[in-house]
Each structure stands twice: as structure tokens, then as C-alpha cells.
């Protein structure tokens, strides 16, 4: 899901060390401890959403509002990601690994001890904030310690820790909150962090090498239209990920009347779907400028159509499930590449405000959401929500960038992105 907002990243760390031998004696264990922590991240962030009805239950408030913890998380991303990136620019990325791994710990095992749901969305959103630094000082060490040429493919394996959190992490942890408690969820997530702090302490090279810097000429990308433009396509279009994610457990027990037990097996299935849909839009992205994105919005467009009319049948709601998992897991690959376009001297901050973007719209797929549910009217409501977010983000992205030419690495693309250039375009919007 955000391998690719740093790509760029990975490949800035390769030429920063193209003639320095990786001190690292065993690459492969960095990546296994750095995917570790990257599946306790995942895993604590997407079973949020499985146990949502169990927390909500315990702690005496509606579903509407027990979605505020789950937008907290969200908040947490799209402040601290950007934040903690330009804060800790200069920090040996070993360092900042290790130190968001403790804040990791710390917003989870407070999750966990919640008296009330003020304070579990103060927590959630503690734990959120570190995401973005983890996956971009993650990516620096990938590219690191497997040297030229091999740094983004390390950095998706480390990636891959958050694929097996979909698919198997956030199912477990539901399942795990059924029938232990949702806090026994949380100190779950706990464990799986202190194993992957442990692995970190010992496998991290320690080295100068990792030594942050400044990111002064990255600023400038802020002054790009285009950059601003494609976060709010990507914030307003996947938000139905999380309109539909977010009230999966409802989904299974309220609308289609079935018991519990089915919501860690939903979940899976949204989550195959999403792995899948990456994996296809990945090679989407790379050959078409254009097809990954408008083909992902509008087929999600029509399966959240068929989920808010006939969700209430088993039969229809999972294909359903994993096709929307699928066809916006498609989009979001043409996404990262077409933001990191746009600002290619800008690797990092790229990558901080792409999660930003991805998070701010799993605040908004959950607000929208809880409104829906607030107005009373009905659970699979929450799709028309997503529904109506995604039509303005593909609305948006056909009249605006959709024909815009990425912006050359050059020293004038700094001044760049103050105007919309139309170009010819290669695929069919």
C-alpha cells in the first residue's frame, strides 16, 4: 500500500551510498525486524477497526461515536507524518526507529488501560503519529543496508509486514478481541512491538552513515499546486476504503443479520482483496499515467452502489468486500507515482504527505460514515458516504491532473507547480 511513496526515497539513499559498503552482516535479519514492526503498525491500525463494536459496547457509547478513535489513529498519521519527518530530518534514522517503536509501545499499552473513549482517541492518536516516521526511516535503512539497485525491492519486502497485517494481523486481532477483550487486542499489539523493538536494537547497523539531513530544498515542493491537488484526489477517493473497512463488523452482524464470528473471516477477505489490488495496480502504474486511478474509482464506485442496495446478502456483501479492497488497493500505486512526479526533488516529504493523504482519508471514510449512521439512516449507509467522497475525488482528478506532465528534477522545478500545464494525454482518463 505505500511502498511506493518511498521509492523516491530509497532511491535518494542509494546515491547518497553508492560507494559505501552496508556494515550490515546480515541484511536479510534488518529487513525480517523492520517487516516486524511494520506487521505490529498494520496490525494495531486496521484491528482497531475489527474490535470497533466491542470497544464501543464496553466503554458505553454508540458506534458513531467509538469511529473518533479510529480517526484519531488517522489524525494521528496525517500530523505526525509530516511533523516528525521534518523534526527528525537530521536524526540517525537507527535512532528515530527505535524511538518510534517506544512511542509505538506507549500509545498502544495506553489504548489498552482506556477508562473512556476521551482517552482512547487521545491514545489512538499517539499511536498513530509514528507511522510515517517508521516507513520513511524504514525505507532509508532498506535502501541502506541492500545497497545500489536493490532498495526498493528490500523496502518491499519490509512493506510486506503490512500486507500480512490485512490479511492475517487484523482478522487475528478481531478474533483475539471476541473472545479475550478488546484490550487483550491492544497488549497484543504490544508484544508484537517489543519483539520487533528487541529485533531492531539487534539487528539496526549502527553506523554515521544513517545520519539524517537537511530536507531545506524539499520545502519548496509545498509551493506546487499539483502536489496539494493529488493529496486531496487520494484523500477523497480512498476514503471509501475506510467507509466500508471501518464498518465491516457492523456490515456482517446488523445488516446481514449473521453472527460475529464471521468478522475476522470479512475481514480477511477485504484484505485479500487489497493485496491483490496492489499487486495488479503496481504494474497498472508503471506502463499508464491515468487507467490505474480512473478505472480503481469507478469500479469501486459501482460495487459500493451494489453493497448500499443489496449488502444485506452474505452472498453479495463478501465479493463485494474484496472487490472494493481490490479495485482501490488498484488506484493507489498510480497515486504514489503521480505525487512523487510532481515533486521528484522531494523524496521524503513526498512520502510523509502521500500516508498523510492515505490516513486523512481513513478520518474521513469514518467520519462520513458515523454521520451517515447518526442521520439514521441505516448501517450499509456508510457506503454512500465513500460513494459520494470518491465521485468528488474522481471528479476532481479528471478536471484537474489528470493531464498534467510530471515535473523534471531539475533545480528550476523548485519554482515549479503554480500552474496547471496541460499535456496530450497518454492513456484514457
Same mark, same amino acid.
Given at each position: 500500500?505505500?511502498?511506493?511513496? *518511498?521509492?523516491?526515497?530509497?532511491?535518494?539513499?542509494?546515491?547518497?551510498?553508492?560507494?559505501?559498503?552496508? @556494515?550490515?552482516?546480515? @541484511?536479510?535479519?534488518?529487513?525480517?525486524?523492520?517487516?516486524?514492526?511494520?506487521?505490529?503498525?498494520?496490525?494495531?491500525?486496521?484491528?482497531?477497526?475489527?474490535?470497533?463494536?466491542?470497544?464501543?459496547?464496553?466503554?458505553?457509547?454508540?458506534?458513531?461515536?467509538?469511529?473518533?478513535?479510529?480517526?484519531?489513529?488517522?489524525?494521528?498519521?496525517? !500530523?505526525?507524518?509530516?511533523?516528525?519527518?521534518?523534526?527528525?530530518?537530521?536524526? #540517525? $534514522?537507527?535512532?528515530?526507529?527505535?524511538?518510534?517503536?517506544?512511542?509505538?509501545?506507549?500509545?498502544?499499552?495506553?489504548?489498552?488501560?482506556?477508562?473512556?473513549?476521551?482517552?482512547?482517541?487521545?491514545?489512538?492518536?499517539?499511536?498513530?503519529?509514528?507511522?510515517?516516521? /517508521?516507513?520513511?526511516?524504514?525505507?532509508?535503512?532498506?535502501? *541502506?543496508? *541492500?545497497?545500489?539497485?536493490?532498495?526498493?525491492?528490500?523496502?518491499?519486502?519490509? %512493506?510486506?509486514?503490512?500486507?500480512?497485517?490485512?490479511?492475517?494481523?487484523?482478522?487475528?486481532?478481531?478474533?483475539?478481541?471476541?473472545?479475550?477483550?478488546?484490550?487483550?487486542?491492544?497488549?497484543?499489539?504490544?508484544? !508484537?512491538?517489543?519483539?520487533?523493538?528487541?529485533?531492531?536494537?539487534?539487528?539496526?547497523?549502527?553506523?554515521?552513515?544513517?545520519?539524517?539531513?537537511?530536507?531545506?530544498?524539499?520545502?519548496?515542493?509545498? $509551493?506546487?499546486? #499539483?502536489?496539494?491537488?493529488?493529496?486531496?484526489?487520494?484523500?477523497?477517493?480512498?476514503?471509501?476504503?475506510?467507509?466500508?473497512?471501518?464498518?465491516?463488523?457492523?456490515?456482517?452482524?446488523?445488516?446481514?443479520?449473521?453472527?460475529?464470528?464471521?468478522?475476522?473471516?470479512?475481514?480477511?477477505?477485504?484484505?485479500?482483496? %487489497?493485496?491483490?489490488?496492489?499487486?495488479?495496480?503496481?504494474?497498472?502504474?508503471?506502463?499508464?499515467?491515468?487507467?490505474?486511478?480512473?478505472?480503481?474509482?469507478?469500479?469501486?464506485?459501482?460495487?459500493?452502489?451494489?453493497?448500499?442496495?443489496?449488502?444485506?446478502?452474505?452472498?453479495?456483501?463478501?465479493?463485494?468486500? /474484496?472487490?472494493?479492497?481490490?479495485?482501490? %488497493?488498484?488506484?493507489?500505486?498510480?497515486?504514489?507515482?503521480?505525487?512523487?512526479?510532481?515533486?521528484?526533488?522531494?523524496?521524503?516529504?513526498?512520502?510523509?504527505? #502521500?500516508?498523510?493523504?492515505? #490516513?486523512?482519508?481513513?478520518?474521513?471514510?469514518?467520519?462520513?460514515?458515523?454521520?451517515?449512521?447518526?442521520?439514521?439512516?441505516?448501517?450499509?449507509?456508510?457506503?454512500?458516504?465513500? /460513494?459520494?467522497?470518491?465521485?468528488?475525488?474522481?471528479?476532481?482528478? !479528471?478536471?484537474?491532473?489528470?493531464?498534467?506532465?510530471?515535473?523534471?528534477?531539475?533545480?528550476?522545478?523548485?519554482?515549479?507547480?503554480?500552474?496547471?500545464?496541460?499535456? %496530450?494525454?497518454?492513456?484514457?482518463?
Amino acid at each position: 500500500m505505500h511502498q511506493r511513496a *518511498y521509492e523516491g526515497q530509497c532511491a535518494a539513499e542509494e546515491n547518497r551510498h553508492t560507494s559505501v559498503k552496508s @556494515p550490515s552482516r546480515n @541484511p536479510k535479519l534488518t529487513l525480517f525486524a523492520l517487516a516486524l514492526g511494520t506487521f505490529a503498525i498494520g496490525t494495531g491500525e486496521f484491528g482497531s477497526n475489527g474490535i470497533i463494536q466491542l470497544f464501543a459496547s464496553d466503554l458505553n457509547v454508540s458506534i458513531p461515536v467509538a469511529t473518533h478513535a479510529i480517526t484519531a489513529y488517522a489524525m494521528g498519521v496525517v !500530523i505526525g507524518s509530516p511533523a516528525i519527518t521534518l523534526l527528525a530530518a537530521r536524526v #540517525n $534514522r537507527r535512532t528515530l526507529l527505535l524511538g518510534m517503536i517506544v512511542l509505538f509501545l506507549i500509545g498502544n499499552g495506553l489504548s489498552a488501560l482506556a477508562p473512556n473513549i476521551a482517552l482512547l482517541v487521545v491514545f489512538r492518536f499517539v499511536a498513530g503519529s509514528v507511522q510515517g516516521a /517508521f516507513f520513511g526511516a524504514g525505507a532509508v535503512v532498506a535502501a *541502506y543496508v *541492500y545497497g545500489p539497485g536493490k532498495g526498493g525491492k528490500a523496502f518491499a519486502t519490509v %512493506m510486506g509486514g503490512l500486507t500480512i497485517a490485512t490479511v492475517v494481523g487484523s482478522p487475528l486481532g478481531t478474533f483475539i478481541g471476541q473472545n479475550a477483550g478488546w484490550r487483550t487486542m491492544y497488549w497484543v499489539v504490544v508484544a !508484537i512491538g517489543l519483539l520487533a523493538g528487541t529485533a531492531l536494537v539487534i539487528w539496526l547497523p549502527r553506523t554515521h552513515d544513517l545520519h539524517g539531513g537537511s530536507i531545506t530544498s524539499e520545502l519548496q515542493a509545498v $509551493r506546487r499546486l #499539483n502536489v496539494w491537488l493529488m493529496v486531496t484526489v487520494a484523500a477523497l477517493g480512498i476514503s471509501s476504503i475506510f467507509a466500508v473497512y471501518t464498518f465491516i463488523g457492523p456490515f456482517i452482524t446488523d445488516a446481514a443479520l449473521q453472527d460475529a464470528s464471521l468478522i475476522p473471516i470479512a475481514l480477511a477477505v477485504f484484505g485479500l482483496g %487489497m493485496a491483490a489490488g496492489n499487486h495488479l495496480g503496481g504494474r497498472i502504474a508503471d506502463r499508464y499515467a491515468n487507467r490505474g486511478l480512473t478505472w480503481g474509482y469507478s469500479a469501486v464506485l459501482a460495487l459500493l452502489a451494489l453493497i448500499g442496495v443489496a449488502g444485506g446478502n452474505l452472498a453479495i456483501l463478501l465479493p463485494c468486500l /474484496f472487490g472494493v479492497g481490490a479495485t482501490m %488497493m488498484f488506484a493507489i500505486p498510480t497515486i504514489q507515482v503521480r505525487l512523487t512526479g510532481f515533486a521528484p526533488d522531494a523524496p521524503t516529504l513526498m512520502g510523509a504527505l #502521500n500516508l498523510a493523504a492515505l #490516513n486523512l482519508a481513513n478520518s474521513l471514510g469514518a467520519i462520513g460514515g458515523a454521520i451517515t449512521l447518526n442521520a439514521g439512516w441505516g448501517t450499509l449507509s456508510t457506503v454512500w458516504a465513500g /460513494f459520494t467522497l470518491t465521485s468528488a475525488g474522481l471528479l476532481l482528478y !479528471i478536471v484537474t491532473v489528470a493531464r498534467v506532465k510530471p515535473v523534471p528534477p531539475s533545480p528550476l522545478s523548485n519554482s515549479a507547480g503554480a500552474e496547471l500545464q496541460p499535456e %496530450m494525454r497518454s492513456d484514457p482518463v
